[in-house]
Structures are given as structure tokens and as C-alpha cells.
């Protein structure tokens, strides 16, 4: 079964730390792996996305890296901010099935004490 | 740009009655995808569309269908409502699916009573 896996559920630092969440995925055949970001009852906010041929993509703070042989993801943040309070959320598109929904990891739910 | 939107913002049902909720995708997309994120079962794909077909399916049984509009919008309707229906349901789109990023919309809270 293709699965998403994200360690730890649930992360607590001080403001200004630099952290890293990481994403584990069961099968490497995939097209593309997506990080989103979540607050409480919303949707979902596209950060990043790193295709199957990518090893890293950034976007001002965030650093998501790809290591597709390991079946691992981890996005590293700098200078943590209190509005960086959400939950974090990996999505994989397996590919070889023909179609191109996302699989989501259960999140990890960070906090950052001001 | 206008993103993905969704409507309504909230529905209340009770048990056995059916549900409408409805997507507009990002101007251009052709693919619209169904996500059921229910209270500690985190998000489970439930529908893809393209091009006004029905391309895949979820692990849900069939009072969970929809359809896509020559517009590209597209409804889910859920029959015979049971209370294990109470869920945020998101609506994503994208340009090309293999390839392109998701985008979500702001969901429509389902509860059923």
C-alpha cells in the first residue's frame, strides 16, 4: 500500500529557531511530492512542490529537499515566525496507476512560542 | 487571479438526506480532485475529473458521486447522509496532472445531525 508518513505529529519551538519536518513515502515511483500548510478549519496553502527529477526547491524561508531513492522528504525552516503556527501537511502523486491524486502524510501540527 | 472556490462555507444535513456542495477551479484548469479530511482520518482522496470525465475514484462507496460541468466546475453529491459523513470537504484543481501543483480551495464544513 502506498503510504505518507510524517515525523514528528506534533513540534513545539521557541521563535527564531531554524527546524525541519520530515516526510517518508513507501513507494519512489513518483511524479511529484507537494508540502502545504494548514490552519485550524481552513484549506490548504501550496508551499512547495518538487518534481520526481528535482532535489530541492525554495521559496524565501522554506527549503523543501527530495531524496527519492530513500523514499524522504524534509522541509527546513529558517527563522521561525509565531505565523508560522499551522499544521504541515506532505502530499505525494504516485505515479504508474494511471491517475494523479494527491497521498497525504497525517501532518505535523508545529508551534512556535513567541 | 481567482483561486479555487468553494460553496457553501458550511452545510448542515440530517441523517438520510443529500448533500450538494460545489467547485470552481482556477481559470484554465481542467482537472478538479475531491478530498474528504474527517476528524483524525486526515485527508482522503475521494474524486478526480478531466475534461468533464470521471477518471478515478477513492475507497468510498457509491452514494459518493459528482460530475464536471462544460465549464470545468464541478459538484459532489453524497446521498443517504450518515453522521460518519461529518467532514471538511476540499476541492483542488491543476493545469496538467503529472506535472502541475494542486491548489485547494477553502472547503465546505459538512455536519450531519
Known amino acids: 500500500k502506498q503510504e505518507v508518513t510524517q515525523i514528528p505529529a506534533a513540534l513545539s519551538v521557541p521563535e527564531g529557531e531554524n527546524l525541519v519536518l520530515n516526510c517518508s513515502f513507501t513507494?519512489?515511483?513518483?511524479?511529484?511530492l507537494q508540502w502545504f500548510r494548514q490552519d485550524p478549519g481552513k484549506g490548504l496553502t501550496s508551499l512547495l512542490l518538487i518534481q520526481s527529477s528535482q532535489r530541492e526547491q525554495t521559496s524565501g524561508r522554506l527549503n523543501a529537499s527530495l531524496d527519492k531513492s530513500s523514499g524522504r522528504s524534509t522541509l527546513y525552516i529558517a527563522a521561525s515566525q509565531p505565523g508560522d503556527s499551522a499544521t504541515y501537511l506532505c502530499a505525494v502523486t504516485y505515479s504508474g496507476a494511471g491517475s494523479y491524486q494527491l497521498t497525504f502524510g497525517k501532518g505535523t501540527k508545529l508551534s512556535v512560542i513567541p | 487571479e481567482a483561486g479555487v472556490t468553494q460553496s457553501p462555507t458550511h452545510l448542515i444535513k440530517t441523517r438520510g438526506q443529500q448533500a450538494t456542495l460545489r467547485c470552481s477551479p482556477i481559470s484554465g484548469h481542467t482537472s478538479v480532485y475531491w478530498y474528504q479530511q474527517a476528524l483524525g482520518l486526515g485527508l482522503q482522496f475521494l474524486l478526480w475529473?478531466?475534461?468533464?470525465?470521471?477518471?478515478n475514484r477513492g475507497n468510498f462507496p457509491p452514494r459518493f458521486s459528482g460530475r464536471q460541468f462544460p465549464n470545468y466546475s464541478s459538484e459532489l453529491n453524497v446521498n443517504a447522509l450518515e453522521l460518519e459523513d461529518s467532514a471538511l470537504y476540499l476541492c483542488?484543481?491543476?493545469?496538467?496532472?503529472?506535472?502541475?501543483?494542486?491548489?485547494f480551495g477553502p472547503g465546505t464544513r459538512l455536519t450531519v445531525l
Open positions: 513507494d519512489s515511483a513518483i511524479y511529484n
Open positions: 483542488a484543481s491543476s493545469l496538467v496532472p503529472d506535472r502541475d501543483e494542486q491548489f
Open positions: 475529473y478531466d475534461e468533464g470525465e470521471e477518471r
